[in-house]
C-alpha cells in the first residue's frame, strides 16, 4: 500500500511539474501582409535597452535570447545582414513579472495511529491555497525597415525557473523561441 502511494504521489508531481513549465505563443499581423518576399533580416539596435531588473539585464542573457532567434530564422531559411538594409528588423522586449494563482478549494485528509495501534488521530484540512511565480514575457518584434511599424509580433509566456547551470538556461531559451518562430511566417 505504501509503495503504490509513493507511486501515486511520485506520478503526480512529475505531471504538475511538466504542467507548470508549460510555454505559451501568440502572434499578431496585419492579415493582408505578404511575408513571401521576406529574406534578410538585422537587429534594430546593437544592445537591448536596460529594464532594471538584474535577471534580464545581462549580456549573457541578451545573447543568448539574439542567437537562439538567429538560429531559429536561419533555420526557417532567413539570412542575417549587416552592409545593406534588410527585408526587415528585429527587436525583442523581455520582462519577468510576479503572478498569482490560487487552488480555489483544497481538502486534505490524513490519519495516523499511536504507538501499539493505542490511539490514533484524523485530521482534516479545507481552505484556498495561494501561490506565487514568476512569468517571463518574451516578446520579438519584425519590423518594416524604413519605419518602426510591426509586420509580425510573436509573444510566449512561460514560469521562469531559475537554475544554477547554464546550458539548462539555453535550453529554456531556445526551447521558447523555437516554440515561438514556429508561427512564423504566418499561414495565410
Given at each position: 500500500?505504501?509503495?503504490?502511494?509513493?507511486?501515486?504521489?511520485?506520478?503526480?508531481?512529475?505531471?504538475?511539474?511538466?504542467?507548470?513549465?508549460?510555454?505559451?505563443?501568440?502572434?499578431?499581423?496585419?492579415?493582408?501582409?505578404?511575408?513571401?518576399?521576406?529574406?534578410?533580416?538585422?537587429?534594430?539596435?546593437?544592445?537591448?535597452?536596460?529594464?532594471?531588473?538584474?535577471?534580464?539585464?545581462?549580456?549573457?542573457?541578451?545573447?543568448?535570447?539574439?542567437?537562439?532567434?538567429?538560429?531559429?530564422?536561419?533555420?526557417?531559411?532567413?539570412?542575417?545582414?549587416?552592409?545593406?538594409?534588410?527585408?526587415?528588423?528585429?527587436?525583442?522586449?523581455?520582462?519577468?513579472?510576479?503572478?498569482?494563482?490560487?487552488?480555489?478549494?483544497?481538502?486534505?485528509?490524513?490519519?495516523?495511529?499511536?504507538?501499539?495501534?493505542?490511539?490514533?488521530?484524523?485530521?482534516?484540512?479545507?481552505?484556498?491555497?495561494?501561490?506565487?511565480?514568476?512569468?517571463?514575457?518574451l516578446i520579438i518584434d519584425f519590423l518594416k525597415p524604413d519605419s518602426n511599424i510591426v509586420?509580425?509580433?510573436?509573444?510566449?509566456?512561460?514560469?521562469?525557473?531559475?537554475?544554477?547551470?547554464?546550458?539548462?538556461?539555453?535550453?529554456?531559451?531556445?526551447?521558447?523561441?523555437?516554440?515561438?518562430?514556429?508561427?512564423?511566417?504566418?499561414?495565410?
Amino acid at each position: 500500500m505504501k509503495k503504490r502511494l509513493s507511486v501515486l504521489i511520485c506520478s503526480l508531481f512529475v505531471v504538475l511539474s511538466f504542467g507548470c513549465s508549460s510555454i505559451e505563443v501568440s502572434q499578431d499581423y496585419e492579415p493582408d501582409s505578404d511575408f513571401g518576399n521576406l529574406k534578410t533580416y538585422a537587429w534594430k539596435d546593437k544592445n537591448q535597452k536596460k529594464t532594471g531588473d538584474m535577471r534580464i539585464d545581462s549580456q549573457l542573457m541578451d545573447a543568448r535570447i539574439r542567437r537562439a532567434t538567429e538560429k531559429g530564422l536561419s533555420e526557417r531559411g532567413f539570412m542575417k545582414i549587416s552592409n545593406k538594409i534588410p527585408d526587415f528588423y528585429l527587436r525583442y522586449t523581455y520582462s519577468i513579472d510576479k503572478r498569482i494563482y490560487s487552488n480555489p478549494v483544497s481538502t486534505g485528509m490524513g490519519f495516523g495511529y499511536g504507538r501499539h495501534g493505542r490511539g490514533g488521530t484524523i485530521g482534516i484540512r479545507t481552505g484556498t491555497e495561494i501561490n506565487e511565480y514568476d512569468e517571463g514575457l518574451l516578446i520579438i518584434d519584425f519590423l518594416k525597415p524604413d519605419s518602426n511599424i510591426v509586420l509580425w509580433r510573436g509573444k510566449s509566456t512561460r514560469v521562469v525557473e531559475f537554475h544554477t547551470m547554464p546550458e539548462k538556461i539555453i535550453q529554456d531559451i531556445d526551447q521558447t523561441i523555437e516554440k515561438m518562430l514556429a508561427q512564423f511566417p504566418p499561414d495565410q
